[in-house]
């Protein structure tokens, strides 16, 4: 990482770009403004054939200058710094301080380009970015500016190896609340770099390691376990907790979710209506709908109403007698009103 300090005293993580990214993307960039060049040359040769020799040597001296040194300072300008070779290779010129490039930036910088590159075919440029510290050029110590690279590397993550099969499960009884995280990484980073390192360093670095877990946890491991799978044991039973804490966690806010939403909108209303808010109208019952189907379902056939058998001695059935409309007169003379009834003879 470089030693990029800003005004403000604060050091940035900024990489240098080195020789070889930065060679590259100036041939690209070289490739891309001769070819550009020539075409603008073959275009002039044509457009100024009836000239004479001292406004064709003219015209192609400002050729020159717009397209191979005007046309590199406005693409780094307008692009802060990135021009097509170095947006390949992921590149970008910068200021000392890290911040974006201007105008001033590029015209120094490709004013310096003429002549440590094209005029020197490139071995200025070279010999500058192999001996300055953080590989510039000489257009970039006159400028005040430097090359960084802005696509890193993913660092590569490598999985902890799983303990032995006749480990798993033995240290469930284990606390682990009093193990710092700084503990946890130095164990981690040791069983994945296991491998790697020397037996016998390992061995003594397993053991210190396991010594140190022990201090924290009080409980000794078993007897005859290797440190490194002891170390192991212990880190997949602290993985396993984390991962039953996190599915707990989850279940928990899932839970309470639709616990909420049951009780905004979704739960058993006043009236017993599901999804229905206390307090709200309902709208009157329709009367159920008999389709075809349904009252075809219904027997065709009705059983008729057959009336009583009346003896031959038994007196016949008295006529209720007839009842005045209300408001009349004879509702008024004979009393309240009969109620139709007849008493058995």
Known sequence: MSGVVTGDAVVLGLQPARLPSRALAVLIDLVVVWAAYVLVMIGLALATASLDEAAVAAVSVAAFLLVLVGAPIAVETLSHGRSLGKMACGLRVVRDDGGPIRFRHALVRGAMGVVEILMTFGVVACIASLVSERGRRLGDVFAGTLVVRERMPAARVLPVPPPPPWLVGRFAGLDLSAVPEGLWLEIRQYLT???????????????????QLVGRTGTPPPAGVPAEAYLAGVVAERQ????????????????????????????????????????????????????????????????????????????????????????????????PPATGFAPPA
Not at 296 to 322: I, K, M, N, Q, Y
């Open 240 to 335: 396993a907790r984390d991962a039953r804490q996190a599915f707990a966690e989850a279940g928990t806010g899932a839970e309470a979710g639709v616990g909420a939403g049951a009780g905004a909108g979704g739960g058993f209303g006043a009236g017993g209506t599901v999804g229905v808010p206390a307090g709200a109208v309902l709208p009157p019952a329709l009367p159920p709908v008999v389709t075809p189907a349904a009252s075809s379902a219904v027997p065709s056939t009705v059983p008729p109403v057959v009336p009583p058998a009346v003896s031959p001695g038994a007196a016949s059935p008295v006529a209720p007698p007839p009842v005045a409309p209300p408001g009349s007169e004879a509702s008024r003379e004979d009393g």
């Open 193 to 211: 770099r296991a491998r790697e390192l020397d037996p016998g360093v390992g061995r003594q670095l397993a053991e210190r390691l396991a010594g």
